[in-house]
């Protein structure tokens, strides 16, 4: 279940309504409501692990729960509880044993991407949660003496009370909004398996047992790992590239699955096309800073595709700000880097998985990224700089610990292959996309106010000095000390 919604404690069922019809894209497969008194869930169904089941699910016991995401270890969990009258096969129906032994510490033992809202319609009480580091949103608003939550900031652009997200690894009930997720402290575990043991493993657990299954394939060394790790346990995977004339990542992409025997399905947009997708794009991405709009172009398109015969798509979003991937680290001296890292790694559920979402689950398709598994994530951020960033014939090489990984999997011009953004490899970047707009204006600026009117369009009542929809025009760049401290969402 992909879209999901619920008002706890407000008696008008018209604000539910709102909040719940403007998801209707992220689960095509069913919806349903469940309501008693002044609390209504709804979930709207993506169908991929389970049988066809009522919505929201419920126990019987007065507890329903709204959930958006996977649990990737939900049959371990389930035989721990082997007297329990499951009655379904979804992942997250194991939360309701589990949290009614556990109480919120058994978040800790899930595995998977999630966002959820569990209410127990006996008592009033609720629990809403979202994952470690944001790769499914969560959006609420303290209404008229109760909360209102929903999958996306749009259900909430009519809404006149202040909407915030749900902070990454935290957590809110009737006693308040808490952490239950902190990362490890930051120190080298020597017991720890390689790097790429713990890849494989996690790359693993990501990809469905049944059905098709894609992934998002640019040719470089992130996406061709993820591709190469996947295809040991599903050579029948799908690769998916995008293309304009004279993109660097043609190539590369193509040679990465010739390598790997998978088939390759290659979009070839036009410059008309894109133009022509622009609004939708825009809306759908709830932003109108340029760089989100230019990497949502590439990303809404090759979902576009991928849906016509997967439900799941892997992709390799997470290792630039993991593994010291990006270039702008160049402008920094080497003293800003573990800062500047740890800054992008906080921000990531606001910029790229803010993206990912909205353009994946705008065709109801789904999109899992490995690098951001907990083991991954955790084994990573203990990495030191040295492990990261290293010389190599001359040069300054970014993810070198994931370079690493690759020997053997890759052809050797991919594993060594120079970080170039997706908007760049797929020929995007190339593309004038501010037609009308004052020349001479600086690129950045032209094109914020060539997105504006696309965005103010599709939300024209939102109130832009509202300080979460101030996101739609910014993008969080790294400009130094801000002031705050390391990882300050994940550690004290």
């Not at 995401?69 to 129906?93: A, K, V, W």
């Not at 909430?156 to 809110?172: E, K, M, N, R, S």
């Not at 109108?288 to 090759?302: C, E, G, I, S």
């Not at 490899?425 to 020349?439: D, Q, T």
Request: with cysteine; net charge neutral.
């Amino acid at each position: 279940m992909c879209g999901i919604a619920a008002t706890i404690g407000i008696p008008d069922p018209v604000v539910f309504e709102r909040l719940f019809t403007p998801l209707a894209h992220r689960g095509p497969d069913g919806h349903g409501m469940a309501e008693r008194g002044n609390l209504r869930l709804g979930s709207h169904r993506l169908a991929i692990v389970g049988d066809s089941h009522p919505l929201p699910l419920q126990d019987g016991k007065g507890r329903v729960l709204a959930f958006n995401g996977e649990i990737y270890n939900h049959r371990e969990l389930r035989r721990e509880f082997e007297g329990y009258p499951f009655r379904t096969g979804s992942d997250g129906e194991v939360l309701f044993p589990l949290l009614a032994r556990d109480g919120w510490q058994g978040l800790r033992r899930l595995r998977g991407m999630f966002a959820f809202v569990l209410a127990d319609f006996e008592t009033g009480a609720f629990l809403a949660a979202r994952d470690p580091y944001g790769i499914k949103p969560l959006y609420y608003a303290r209404s008229r003496g109760g909360f209102a939550f929903a999958s996306e900031l749009k259900s909430f652009a009519a809404f006149g009370d202040a909407v915030q997200f749900l902070p990454p690894g935290h957590l809110i009930s009737p006693e308040g909004l808490r952490r239950w997720y902190r990362l490890p402290g930051r120190f080298p575990k020597p017991s720890r398996p390689p790097l790429r043991e713990i890849l494989q493993q996690a790359v693993a657990c990501h990809l469905p047992q049944t059905g098709p299954c894609g992934v998002f394939l640019s040719g470089g060394l992130d996406s061709s790992l993820v591709a190469a790790l996947a295809a040991r346990v599903r050579p029948d995977l799908v690769a998916y590239s995008v293309i304009l004339p004279g993109s660097p990542d043609e190539a590369p992409a193509a040679e990465v699955a010739a390598r790997l025997g998978l088939r390759h399905v290659v979009v070839r947009a036009t410059v008309e096309e894109i133009k022509a997708i622009l609004p939708t794009v825009v809306a759908a991405l709830e932003s109108y800073h340029p760089v989100m709009v230019r990497n949502a172009v590439p990303l809404y398109l090759l979902s576009r595709e991928a849906r016509k015969e997967c439900k799941v798509v892997l992709g390799g979003d997470g290792a630039d700000e993991l593994f010291a991937g990006y270039d702008y680290l160049d402008t920094l001296p080497p003293r800003a880097w573990p800062q500047a890292m740890d800054y992008g790694f906080n921000n990531l559920h606001r910029t790229e998985l803010h993206r990912v979402d909205r353009m994946t689950m705008a065709h109801g398709l789904e999109m899992r990224v490995p690098f951001l598994d907990c083991t991954v994530a955790e084994a990573a951020l203990d990495l030191s700089l040295a492990d990261k960033v290293r010389t190599h014939r001359g040069q300054r090489l970014v993810k070198w610990a994931l370079r690493e990984a690759a020997e053997g999997l890759l052809p050797e011009e991919i594993r060594w292959r120079r970080k170039i953004p997706l908007v760049e490899g797929s020929g995007f970047s190339g593309i004038r996309l501010n037609n009308g707009v004052s020349p001479g204006t600086k690129e950045e600026e032209s094109l914020a106010k060539a997105f504006f009117p696309l965005w103010r369009a599709a939300f024209p009542q939102v109130d832009l000095d509202a300080p979460c929809w101030r996101d739609a025009g910014s993008y969080h760049p790294f400009k130094g000390d801000h002031g705050q401290p390391i990882l300050a969402l994940f550690r004290d």
